[in-house]
């Protein structure tokens, strides 16, 4: 922000509640605070509106929900049984997939090798790719050890989709850090499994390619 | 990754790593010997964490035998585990060797356990997280959003000097010169060579430059740098033809010139 | 509606408005009250769940309407300003409408013969048509001569957008040329991308038995 003379002073905050409400409701995909600061007036305050919002829409049929650093409407989930003819069919996950899913949101950021040391299996490139073109999974940044194999995290669009606020909100995230189940144990060096030919595949040339592009 | 701690199992193991998925689920139903060993495990009916690693290593092999009297081909990962969880059973059975070096056999088993833990846990948070009310199926968005109109104003950039220089360009299309310069305010060198061959007649004395200038070029500032670097150079070109002397007392002192 | 028995009670009306709410937001199009009947539980009271909802929202960012005989959400009318995006694009002249426009302002009142004839080339109508548009050029009176060819004048607005006061504030050659605006070297393309169409070739020479394919 610039010292910029502000030629209006900003509207009352109802207004600017009614302006939150209005640019939310027409959007599907969720706004953030700076999307909805560039709509309203100059020296709007969306932060104290949508929590004025957020009080309103509380119980309601639609509620304001957050979603990472976004904000958006969306019906309550116990209404659900009402729009059955609203739902979308989705692809069925795999087992493979929901697993790899659940490990990248609750383990993020986390390489393939890990994915492939915590379900002892190797994690084909194709379920990465679905979930990633299903837009749950993206690529994070490259892990500064050997190798510097890329990393995965889960999307604004995977907490939307399941309702979270943020990866804090994981279900059951507390008592599994609690358990010691989220450390980043290394695996032991004898022990079988993928761990070594896993690691290695993050640094074969051949995968490189594909990596790119999506380094960041 | 450090040297392992037993000697490699001198069974078929792929080193390369796998392309795909194809290879590995071999175990009809099995996503993989972990997999497996956690199915094994839950058939105990203990917590993960109180499971008997050896007593789980007794049925892993105990499967794989039996797999193998039934002529199942079993992936090479199968047999690499069952080949470690028989090192395993044979290191926890036997007293602890003092001199060994590298993790226990008791570091081992808990190790696995652990991972069998964490790999139900996963599995578990996958099924409640997919058990969440979804966005599509039990949350809605907004069915009719408003797309945001896009109202889009052109404005033409043209200014008097464009609109001029369109219409010089259209009236002097017929005199054209492959390259113009405005010469107004310029004395070239032919200009004063000419000038001054004509005036060096006169120069028998030492005679400034400056008196080599050409009438009216005096005046601005632009025209007596002009004249100024002529005159100047042309007066090099006669020295150079040995038809005058130049003389500068000291830097930036007056040039005088003189016939030769 | 039959004479069943209703096994349970219908929900109580803030329920019934809630479902409303919801069922409303996530629909694609306008929900009649026969449409909301049959997704609410048997007995509901659709009509009263829209009156109160209609209250609830009275006033608000967005609001029930009535759209024909069926019942959607939208944006309150006043709020409309906070959806819309200006876009405002700058585009420069091409030199075939910056050339047009030229002769009109220093030749006014001028035909179409009379420009193609300065410019040696024919004059697109989409580029007269273009400078009309922009409110730059306007027809004039047709000329008294064989014909009755139209004539072109500029506009105040013309004026206006180039400070001039008339179109005899316009510079002359003698003034170009002092000022140094008849360098006739080729002109630089000093707009890249933009401008140099190929209706910026029609005054090369090369290209001049092209332009009659155009010519109107």
Redesign the interface.
Known sequence: MTDEVIPFPPPPLDVQ???????L?????PMTQRDLAA??PTGSDPAEALRLLGIRYAG???ELVRVGDAW??????D??F??Q????E?RR?S??A??T???V??HQPVTRAEIEE?????V????LDQLIEMGWVRLGRRRQTPGRPVTFVVTDSFL?????GSTRD???LTE?RA?G?LDS?P???????????????DI?PGNEPGDDLFGD | ??????PAPDLPR?????P??AL??DVPGY?????LLLTLARTQKVDLMQISVLALAEQYLAFVDEARTLRIELAA?YL??A??LAFLKSRLLLPPDPDAE??SAE??AA??A??L???N??????????G????????????A??T?ARTRTIRWQAGLIDLMQAYARLRTRDEFRPYAFDRRDTWTLEQALESMRRLIGYAGEWTDLMQFLPDGWSGTPARRRSATAATFAASLELAKQGRVELRQAETFAPISLRLR
């Open positions: 509640e009614r302006m939150v409400e209005a640019l409701f027409a959007s599907a995909a709509r309203m309601r049929g639609v958006a409407f969306r019906t309550a989930a209404l659900g009402l729009m003819d609203e739902v979308v989705t996950l087992r493979a929901t697993e899913l659940a490990i949101a609750y915590i379900r002892g299996v190797a084909s490139r194709g379920t939307d989709h399941f309702g979270l994981l279900p059951g599994l358990a189940l144990r695996p032991l060096a004898d022990a079988p499994g993928l761990a070594e030919s896993a690691e290695d595949a074969l | 990754m450090t040297t392992p701690l037993f792929p080193d390369h790593p796998r795909d998925e590995i689920v996503d993989g010997p972990l997999d990962d690499v585990m080949a470690w590298g993790p570091d081992m190790h696995l652990f991972q833990e964490r790999l846990a996963m599995r578990d948070s996958a099924a409640r997280l997919m969440r009310a979804r966005l599509g199926q039990d949350r809605f968005a907004r069915g959003p408003e945001v």
